[in-house]
């Protein structure tokens, strides 16, 4: 089956405490991003990839970092997280350009509380 | 950078009425315009998208316009059902070196009432 895993779905840690939000994806995407989502800002994109070792910055980009080393996998990696980056976390993937489609499909969210 | 206003934030219709849902966009480099829809505890779901190259798109109860000139599209639902209930967000998106940057409105809450 088709589809955009994240892990973990929930997560409850403390300020400071690194962690990492593992992001897959099975159909060859080239595209992946990450978003956060909070109420009534909609969702905010944090980076971007369009292949393996080839990412920017998206609209909030602090205290984030992200890696590209395989065209699966996304992580999304918070080094010392503080309780603003509390939220509701999805990751994102598509065909890209060279997959002659735009349409972006979405992973079932992590919801991150940091105490 | 590009910035993406949404109207309204909540709409409620009757079951069976219409829905519009208004963005306006700034950056005039916009060229991949998707709705989503997102119901409670869900992942947002594509439910259609537009291309800057065209002015109407539509899918059976589903359809966007775009007006380039003046950088709005809309999301128009006719035949409103109780399962349209959910939150809408916009988008307006371009693609640079790095990848595709998508920029959200802050989301329309839809109601359809029975």
């Known amino acids: 089956e088709a589809q955009v895993t994240q892990n973990p779905r929930y997560l409850i840690t403390v300020t400071g405490k690194k962690l990492t939000v593992t992001c897959s994806q099975n159909?060859?995407?080239?595209?992946m991003s990450w978003y956060r989502q909070d109420p009534g800002l909609g969702l905010r994109q944090i980076y971007y990839?369009?292949?393996?070792?080839?990412?920017d910055k998206g609209d909030v980009p602090e205290g984030y970092k992200v890696s590209r080393k395989e065209k699966r996998n996304f992580p999304l990696i918070l080094e010392s997280p503080s309780p603003n980056q509390t939220s509701l976390y999805f990751c994102?993937?598509?065909?890209?350009?060279?997959?002659?489609?735009?349409?972006?499909?979405f992973g079932p969210g992590t919801r991150l509380t940091v105490l | 950078g590009e910035n993406v206003e949404q109207h309204p934030s909540t709409l409620s219709v009757q079951e069976g009425d219409s829905a519009v849902i208004k963005c306006t966009y700034s950056?005039?480099?916009?060229?991949?315009f998707p709705w989503y829809k997102q119901e409670l505890g869900k992942r947002p779901q594509l439910i259609i998208d537009?291309?800057?190259?065209?002015g109407e798109k539509k899918d059976q109860r589903i359809a966007v316009t775009l007006n380039k000139t003046a950088k709005h599209f809309s999301l128009h639902i006719t035949e409103t059902q109780p399962e349209d209930s959910a939150v809408y967000f916009c988008?307006?998106?371009?693609?640079?070196?790095?990848?595709?940057?998508?920029?959200f409105g802050p989301g329309t809450r839809l109601s359809v009432l029975p």
């Open positions: 994102a993937s598509s065909p890209g350009l060279a997959g002659g489609t735009d349409t972006q499909y």
């Open positions: 159909m060859n995407h080239e595209y």
């Open positions: 990839s369009m292949n393996v070792e080839v990412t």
């Open positions: 950056d005039s480099a916009s060229n991949y």
């Open positions: 537009i291309r800057s190259n065209v």
């Open positions: 988008a307006a998106s371009n693609w640079d070196n790095y990848g595709q940057n998508f920029v």
